[in-house]
């Protein structure tokens, strides 16, 4: 029996893991999906002192008080940099990485590192409508269809601005290439996405360093929610 950890990105909880973890568990696995602070039902905690810090530390968290061993710990958009971070902390605890739709990061770096333009926007965004400190979610993240598109719409919640500016601060900054990896692109985005990579670069890309498995699915952002099954395929060869 394998133990998925399954890591959220920004704007959304827990919530969007429920279609993929029926597959998991059918396969005779364990999984986890934590929402982070201030996030989906935990928005009551929402403050301007959470940062990426305070998520790495959630799901640090999570694997030592279930005290979780051989993790496969999956981290979308946002939680790449969360899980990038996490197992820099417990190498010991985790198994591989999967890196669903996202970028892979650099010691150093934070969100705003990586894509200035759009971080300067939202920054802009939580001045003028958030109190300084809270980003609202924008667009359907590929979930075009009813009734996904409306349970999308209605279950994202506010992102702590300092989620996007604190830097991943690693001890091992060669702790990704030393750990068992999946990349998973998703091919099918919508024009949003699209505008996203081109600002992104090479960096929205797969990785092409040697080590990485890579794998493809043929849908928007949000594959567990459009692709449920089709992501828990390319999740449990992994096993």
Known sequence: MATFVLVHGAWHGGWCWQKVIPF????????????????AERASELSPEIGLDTHIQDIVGELVEK?????????????????????????????????????????GE??????????RLLRKQAQAHGDGYRVESHGTYGVTTEPD???????????????F????????????SATPRTHIYCTGGSFFYSFMQRILGRRALPPTEAGWR?????TGHDAMITMPRELADVLLEVV
């Open 24 to 39: 998991i568990e059918e396969a005779g696995h364990e999984v986890y999906a934590p929402t982070l602070t201030g996030m």
């Open 67 to 107: 005290n979780l061993h051989g993790v496969i710990l999956v981290g979308h958009s946002y939680g790449a940099i969360v899980i990038t971070g996490v197992v820099d902390q417990v190498p010991e605890r985790i198994a591989h990485l999967v890196y669903l739709d996202t970028f892979v990061p650099r010691n």
């Open 110 to 119: 934070s969100m705003a590192d990586i894509s200035p333009l759009v971080i």
């Open 149 to 163: 598109r409306s349970w999308v719409l209605r279950s994202v919640t506010p992102q702590p601005l300092k989620t």
């Open 165 to 176: 500016e604190q830097p991943l601060h690693l001890k091992n900054p060669a702790i990704v």
């Open 214 to 218: 890579l794998r493809q699915l043929p």
